[in-house]
């Protein structure tokens, strides 16, 4: 669920709208990668803004060009942090500014400016209404941990801790909570997904843990959301993963292992906890990554 609003330049003489007001100079922004992960790079097409001091989920700018001049499409997340909400009222109050435009279209309703301050407050009871009231609506999908697509990558979050923010009205709790996992300098492993050689119509995806390089590393590998069978156009399933050493001091990959393999002889489950389904994989030494890669092991690629 999402918040959709479009701003209509108001201005006689239409000239481009500038990054900087979309940032107004304090706030960053990225676009994202296929896998939720933000590269840090602005590009044309759908790009995040958030507040570096409250990473939580940002707002995105829908089909960002600097060729800009008509209008302008932005979105939040119902299920945001309190400070995305102001972030987000506060980026199309200074777009209106900028535009001289005298109103906005939310969800196919027009709202002024006046309006703005209600829009926010009412957003962020409605964002707390609906973590609380959250074990309701995933109980038909069995699942006790929701995936959030947050300003920098990914995280799963379990339903009751959100539930418990929702139920106190702990907006704070939850900026805090989103903001901590994002500002670890870690690396967000993602399986790359590649066609199986041996069977027709498989694929497998692979993960890649760097010597010396800690690693956000999942506890059961699954399949990245939004993937398609080119053959078919049906969600893509993976038959089997893998995970691939490299090795920065031989500048290769050293050796390569199933995916259950490596859990058990890394010592996943004995992981500091990142979130609900990923742990914190402290950088393997040189030392380490040969011992692996010399243990008894299987490569499903090498049947």
Known sequence: MSINVT??????????LELQDLTLGKYACGSLDEYGRNTGEI??????????????????????????TEEIWLMANNLATGRDMELFYEVIKNVMHVWK????????AVYSEADIDRLCSE???FAL????????????????YVTIYCAMLPIDVDVRLLQKFGMEEDEEGLKKYL????????????????????????????????SETDTIFPRVAKTPF?????????????????????????????????????????????????D???????????????????????DPLAD
């Open 43 to 68: 590009k044309d097409g759908d790009i995040v803004i958030y507040d570096p001091k409250a990473i939580g989920r940002g707002i995105t700018v829908r089909a960002w060009s600097a060729n800009v």
């Open 101 to 108: 435009a005298k109103s906005f279209e939310q969800e196919d």
């Open 129 to 144: 209404k609906y973590m609380a009231g959250l074990d309701r609506m995933t109980q038909n999908s069995k699942s006790d």
């Open 179 to 210: 903001h901590e996992l994002q500002s670890k300098d870690v690396y967000y492993a993602v399986p790359y997904i590649y066609r199986c050689k041996q069977k027709e119509n498989a694929f497998f995806g692979n993960f890649t843990v760097t």
């Open 123 to 125: 957003q962020r009871r």
């Open 226 to 274: 939004g993937f398609r069978n080119p053959a078919t156009g049906k969600n893509l399933e993976c038959d089997f993963f893998t995970v691939s050493l490299f090795s920065l001091k031989q500048d290769r990959a050293v050796g390569r292992m199933s995916f259950e393999d490596f859990v058990r002889l890394a010592g996943i489950e004995d992981c500091q906890p990142f």
């Open 276 to 298: 609900k389904t990923h742990v914190i994989l402290k950088g393997l030494s040189e030392e380490k990554m040969a011992e692996l890669a010399n243990s008894e092991h299987k």
């Open 7 to 16: 701003i209509k330049n108001g201005k006689l003489i239409k000239k481009p």
